[in-house]
């Protein structure tokens, strides 16, 4: 036996689980027990993780017989063990029994749920209804080619719906194939439980099944749907496999329901299903048959199978007119014989079936079999359009996600030019397996620079949330869009390099802003956006040039891409900043929209050319001859420092410039600055950051051309004599023109035109007066003349007097 002090127990606690405890008492004893079959089980690792416990003292056959200890002492038990306890608990009481329930549901309240919060737009009724028809169809179809019996009582698969307006009910009716009686127990009276899921599920267990198939439902509640119209669905069903049609009838709010055995004869139909749909007041408006044609145009146009709606129709027809007027009968009384008949046209009315759903999904077709008006008669019917789309892009998508497309690029925007934010467009259509889901898109299949491409998009494997009207975010999405994209990017390409420059004109009038503000958000797709820009430039100021054809055109000797950003291409050519640069032929790009000069800085550069502004400082053209430049800093640097000192912190300094040839001076921007372009568009903007404002604007370089007279003569002020008001004046005034020549705005504009004005009449003083006023002028200052003289004569003594 094997006796454990006071201290060693202490010891033990420390060392040990704090859950364990041991009853430790004067002449208390933790016998040694044989080791159970589960401690005789334990690992290697296992006995020394024991072994802690005892200073490594403890061997494995020992264990932690020891300290009659279980394994689940490492779980958080307890174990309590005495010299008088150890004997009477040799088994553990047996565990307390567990009680299995089924969760509970109020059956009403969920149906409540899954119709009123699934769903957000009312009219997805008539589609989810649609789509289930168009399953009973298929699966008829499917199972036909094993068992021909099945479709032998009613050849025809189709869809009808008839619509009563007057009494507020819309029928629809399949000949599919059917439900039994237990299958409508199954499929409409277990809420949630999809019949085609079901039949698909059966497709895969069976080897031999083809894979391909065209089954729509997936979450087993679209029948539903139809409680968000109407207070009353009655489904009436006949299914080959049974002699007997059943009757289905629920109501709104309800938590049962009823089936019975159709017994009118005249309600009998060969096989499939009618529903009949009892419309609340406030929705009788949905039994209109045209609003039914409509919603079918729209959400079902292109399900497999032939649509009928009940429409009125009518015929023109020529009916006799009876004249009774007293000459008419006159005229009878006459010569009845040869009175002629008169008549006139009438439209005659009358209801029949009429196939809704005409245009057939092309993009399921192969591309090559598809004309150029097919496509063409297809992007006209599915967005109303009236003209014909610039280009087209049809394709399929296999491998990690696979779908359908067709693209189209619009002649014209149909938002007009400037709108360039809208991202909320209804230009790509989302249909799975053929019918439509949605056209409200928020980015989630193209960017917003990218929101005029107009297309259809039909895959089987998007993610969509019960009700199929939100396109979940996930990984196949982010797939589908940038596979969307490339393709939208080489349709665009391929009307760039048509022969037909004019095409590319137009696009590029509608969509270039798209384009550039594709350079600002999406950095990935820059070496796709950058060959489709189009400019002007000095070398082309009438047609706009891409940036292959500006590098093409580039000088051996350089080394960049030079762009001016203003408001016109007037401003742009006369700029100070481009004097040097037209001198040695070099091309500069004009960017005269707003969105020009951020694109071209989100670009950087373009086939490792870099992107520069001329109106910026330390430009370098790869000119510089430092033996001049010397020389001239040595001759104007300090009348630099001088004009700096005039200026003071209007400027942040004063150099001698090496891009004027013609102007004297100039104002460029700092280089990591604003320009004065981009300045003037900051302030233009009706919630602009004046903090920014201030701290961008702030570094202005003032350049002076050394070769012209004025700034000679400014050197020669000050050296003769600096603190001539005159020669202050001269510089003040050349610091505004260089404002206004560069593009900025003048802070105070009343200023700067009381220089000018005082600057003109100092220069214009008496330089065209009249030519009759000097004659007058000249004798009157004679006529003085010969006043002061005769005034100055002194006077001469005769014969003594004066």
Not at 718 to 736: C, F, G, Q, R, V
Request: negative net charge; charged residues 30%; proline residues 4%.
């Amino acid at each position: 036996m094997l006796r454990l002090s006071k201290r060693s127990v202490s010891t033990l606690l420390r060392s040990g689980d704090r859950s364990f405890r041991v009853a430790a008492a004067a002449g208390t004893s933790i016998h040694r027990s044989s080791p159970s079959s589960t401690d005789a089980k334990r690992g290697e690792a296992e006995s020394r993780w024991y072994s802690s416990l005892t200073n490594g003292k403890c061997r494995r056959s020992e264990s932690l017989a020891h300290l009659n200890m279980k394994a689940n002492w490492f779980m958080g038990y307890r174990n309590e063990s005495s010299a008088a306890a150890s004997d009477s608990s040799s088994q553990a009481p047996p565990p307390p029994p567990v009680e299995k329930y089924e969760y509970q549901a109020e059956v009403s309240r969920l149906m409540d749920l899954i119709v009123n919060s699934l769903y957000s737009n009312k009219e997805v009724f008539l589609r989810e209804l649609i789509s289930n028809a168009s399953d009973a169809l298929d699966k008829l179809r499917y199972l036909s080619v094993t068992d021909p019996d099945l479709s032998k009582d009613a050849a025809d698969l189709d869809i009808r719906i008839y619509a009563d307006k007057e009494n507020g009910v819309i029928t629809l009716t399949d000949s599919g194939i059917g439900m039994t009686r237990q299958e409508l127990v199954d499929c409409l009276g277990t809420i949630a439980q999809s019949g085609t899921a079901k039949f698909l599920t059966a497709l895969k267990d069976n080897k031999d099944a083809g894979g391909d198939n065209n089954l729509i439902g997936q979450f087993g509640v679209g029948f539903y749907s139809a409680f968000l119209v109407a207070d009353r669905v009655t489904v009436s069903t006949k299914s080959p496999k049974s002699d007997k049609q059943y009757v289905w009838e629920g109501e709104e709010g309800s938590s049962s329901y009823t089936i019975k055995e159709e017994t009118d004869p005249q309600l009998i139909i060969p096989r499939g299903t009618r529903i009949t749909l009892h419309l609340k007041p406030d929705y009788k408006g949905f039994a209109d048959p045209e609003r039914v044609q409509k919603l079918v145009k729209n959400y079902s146009q292109f399900v497999s199978f032939p649509i009928y709606t009940w429409q009125e129709k009518g015929y023109t027809k020529e009916v006799e007119v009876d004249d009774d007027s007293a000459e008419s009968k006159q005229d009878n009384q006459d010569d009845q014989a040869e009175r002629k008949k008169k008549t006139k046209k009438v439209v005659e009315r009358y209801w029949d079936w009429e196939l809704t759903n005409e245009t057939q999904p092309i993009w399921l077709r192969n591309s090559k079999e598809v004309t150029t008006e097919e496509y063409n008669e297809f992007y006209r019917k599915t967005f109303n359009e009236y003209l014909d789309p610039l280009a087209s892009s049809h394709f399929t998508t296999e491998g990690e996600v696979e779908f359908r497309s067709i693209l189209y690029v619009p002649p014209v925007s149909p938002m007009g030019k400037d709108d360039v934010v809208n991202q909320k467009t209804k230009n790509i259509r989302l249909y799975v397996k053929r019918v439509f889901i949605s056209d409200d898109f928020d980015g989630e299949l193209f960017p917003r620079y990218l929101s005029f491409i107009k297309g259809v998009v039909d895959s089987h494997d998007l993610p969509l949330n019960v009700s199929r009207e939100i396109l979940q975010e996930s990984r196949i999405v982010r797939i589908m869009k940038k596979r969307l994209v490339k393709k939208a990017f080489d349709m665009i390409l391929g009307i760039s390099l048509s022969e037909n420059r004019e095409d590319y004109e137009k696009f590029w009038d509608n969509f270039g802003k798209h384009l550039k503000l594709g350079c600002i958000e999406d950095r990935e797709n820059h070496k796709r956006l950058a060959p489709l820009l189009r400019f002007f430039s000095s070398q082309s100021e009438n047609d706009m040039i891409s940036l292959d054809e500006y590098v093409e055109n580039m000088k051996a000797e350089q080394k960049a891409i030079y762009y001016v950003a203003s408001d016109s291409i007037t401003s742009a050519k006369n700029a100070p900043f481009l004097e040097k640069l037209l001198e040695k032929e070099l091309e500069v790009l004009y960017l005269v929209e707003p969105i020009d000069e951020v694109a071209i800085q989100s670009l950087k550069s373009y086939k490792d050319k870099d992107f520069i502004d001329i109106s910026k400082e330390d430009l370098d053209l790869g000119d510089k001859n430092e033996e001049k430049e010397a020389a001239a800093k040595k001759e104007f640097g300090q009348t630099c420092d001088w004009i700096k000192k005039r200026l003071g912190d209007k400027v942040a300094s004063v150099q001698i410039s090496s891009r004027l040839s013609s102007s004297p001076c100039v104002l460029v921007s700092g280089k990591f600055g604003w320009s004065a372009n981009m300045e003037r568009l900051m302030k233009a903007q009706s919630a602009g950051d004046t903090t920014s404002l201030e701290f961008m604007k702030g570094r202005r370089v003032f350049e002076i051309n050394p070769d012209h007279s004025i700034i000679k003569n400014i050197n020669a002020a000050y050296k003769s004599n600096p603190n001539d008001e005159d020669a202050m004046k001269a510089i003040d005034l050349m610091y505004d023109a260089a404002l206004v020549s560069s593009g900025f705005t003048p802070e105070n504009p009343a200023e700067l035109g009381g220089k000018i004005y005082e600057m003109m009449d100092t220069a214009l003083s008496g330089k065209w007066s009249s030519p009759e006023a000097q004659p007058q002028q000249h004798m009157a200052q004679s006529h003085n003349a010969e006043l002061l003289e005769a005034e100055v004569v002194e006077p001469v003594e005769v014969d003594g007097k004066k």
